[in-house]
């Protein structure tokens, strides 16, 4: 059994086998991971926002799709994943707030899923398994022994992605 990292929130961090990379309390922020199956490394970006163009002084890059994802890749590049094997799973973006009509605080939860994929996309990293949406919060932790996502809500069972 290796250490559990602890990921805050617009946080990020790598490790390899056995260790387990976990952040709680997803609601609308999205979990992702990047995973190499073959030397085991692991990496896990809790961001809260989809894209940091709309700010002027972005100082927290994990705080953002856009920026969270990139620098990620470029952590588990230099621990040593290899960029081509790299796969990807998500977890989060609920609707956490009952909001009338369409205001942008009432889906920033879809919006955050829907950065992931676009970028993923762009850096042609496949995305294999996601657990978002509804309207409940999420605890994730990455086995980087095999890659399990293992995703827990109160009052749901522990899935396993």
Excluded: W
């Excluded at 809260?48 to 927290?60: A, E, R, V």
């Amino acid at each position: 059994m290796g250490n559990v990292i602890k990921v805050g929130m617009a946080d990020l961090n790598t490790a390899n086998a056995p260790d387990i990379l976990t952040t709680l309390g997803l609601g609308s922020c999205i979990g992702l991971t990047l995973y190499d199956p073959v030397t085991k490394i692991g990496g896990l970006v809790h961001y809260m926002l989809p894209d940091s163009t709309q700010l002027k002084n972005n100082n927290n890059i994990a705080k953002f799709g856009d920026t969270g994802i990139r620098e990620l890749l470029k952590q588990i590049t230099a621990a040593g994943a290899n960029p081509r094997r790299l796969v990807s799973k998500i977890a989060g973006g609920a609707c956490m707030f009952q909001v009338s009509g369409t205001s942008a605080v009432g889906n920033v939860g879809a919006r955050n899923a829907e950065a992931a994929k676009t970028i993923l996309k762009e850096l042609k990293i496949p995305l294999i398994a996601e657990d978002t949406g509804l309207n409940y919060g999420r605890t994730v932790e990455l086995d980087c022994s095999n890659g399990d996502f293992i995703i827990k809500a109160v009052g749901k069972s522990i899935k396993v992605i």
